[in-house]
């Protein structure tokens, strides 16, 4: 029996994702758990199928065990997002190899580069460029240069491979005894909208919305979708209540990013107007869509720092209730997020705001649900 772990969004499942697991499959892994994100994800959007759902799909697919990915983890950057995901798997105290995908598929490539972020981020030459008003990627890529040859510095302009050295670098600052490993990624580059048996999620979410037909792309789903445009006016009404300093407390609005989102939400009149009022030549889109959704929802810095609390399990077949014997578990554990809300004081506060969470991601789809469904939705259970 050897465990492994898969951080993942899943958003939707889909054949790179499957190719995945059975290559992890193939070195040796026996049983997989996958961290997954709930409701919110990592480009600061809404899931495009509810949580439940979506760990159905991967159960159907080869993962074992499903926990899930608080919001609060899931609308980091990449480093709060690997960082509150290693912390998870973890403090399952059974996990022996965490797999991912790279565009460099190369682990030793991998590690360099991650030593090289770390001496990178502390010297003058970066310090200077962030002050010129380059983004942190663009300003990290451009003093390695000075340092490093250039093989190292454009292993970090590709997003797997950025995500992947973060995953190494976290497994590394909590002192993890957890082995890495990578998967070289095939097919489309992330967010593109190329054709390709291995096709972006990005791409496929873009057909499922439109109704296009994904099935030799990812497994069909039956179910309703998210849209974040249903939350366009919530969003925006929410976020004209808000301050400056209120924008200064959410962990994404950095580096003056508060002030540009407090002016621009004065005048926008719809997301897509907000971001382009927000957007400067050092804040990503990406970081502006998930400073929005972090302010929205309340997740200000002190509350994205802290350790997880419990681990939540989404879903499990056979193999999974194998790892959650084998488990030796930091934190309570269990299906229920009432269970779980019961076990501390910070247990209670996580878990009731990823029930809210969820609340107002169900007024994403087309036909909203009702409050409280996080507290009485079952885990999906797969027999074999």
């Known amino acids: 029996m050897k465990i492994g772990a898969i951080i993942s969004e899943y958003n939707p499942f889909h054949n790179g994702h499957k190719y995945h697991i059975e290559q992890t499959r193939a070195a040796g892994v026996t049983h997989i758990v996958s961290v997954m994100s709930g409701s919110f994800t990592q480009r600061g959007d809404t899931a495009i199928y509810d949580k439940h759902v979506r760990a159905r799909t991967a159960l159907e697919n080869g993962i074992d065990l499903v926990l899930e990915l608080p919001a609060r983890y899931s609308l980091m950057s990449a480093e709060g997002f690997a960082r509150g995901a290693v912390e998870m798997i973890t403090a399952l105290g059974c996990v022996e190899t965490l797999s991912f995908g790279s565009e460099s598929g190369d682990i030793d490539a991998l590690k360099e580069a991650s030593r090289a972020i770390e001496f990178t981020a502390h010297t003058e030459e ?86 296009g037909d994904v099935s030799a792309l990812a497994p069909v789903i039956d179910a309703p979708t998210a849209d974040i445009s249903r939350l366009e006016r919530a969003i925006l009404a929410k976020l004209r209540t808000l301050r400056a300093e209120d924008f200064a407390r959410c962990y994404d609005s950095i580096g003056g990013l508060a002030e540009r989102l407090s002016k621009a939400v004065r005048g926008a009149r719809s997301l897509s107007e907000l971001y382009f009022l927000a957007k400067a030549k050092r804040y990503t889109l990406s970081s502006i869509r998930r400073a929005v959704i972090c302010a929205f929802l309340g997740i200000d810095k002190e509350f994205a720092a802290e350790k997880p609390a419990y681990l939540r399990v989404l879903g499990m077949n056979s193999r999974g209730k194998e790892i959650l014997s084998a488990a030796n578990c930091a934190v309570p554990i269990d299906t229920s997020l009432k269970a779980l809300s ?43």
Do not use: W
């Open 342 to 384: 019961r076990t501390s004081r910070e247990a209670f506060r996580q878990a009731n705001f990823e029930a809210r969470c969820t609340d107002i991601y169900s007024l994403a789809f087309a036909e909203p649900g009702p409050c409280g469904v996080d507290f009485t939705a079952p885990p999906v259970i797969i027999n074999e």
């Open 126 to 211: 970066f310090d200077t460029l962030i002050k010129r008003g380059k983004s942190y990627p663009a300003a990290l890529q451009e003093a390695m240069l000075d340092y490093y040859t250039n093989d190292v510095a454009e292993l970090i302009a590709s997003p797997n491979n950025t995500l992947a050295i973060e995953y190494l670098s976290a497994l590394g600052d909590i002192e993890s005894a957890i082995e890495p490993m990578t998967i070289k990624r095939l097919g489309a580059e992330h967010d593109s909208d190329d054709e390709d048996v291995f096709i972006s999620a990005s791409a496929i979410r873009k057909k499922i919305l439109s109704g």
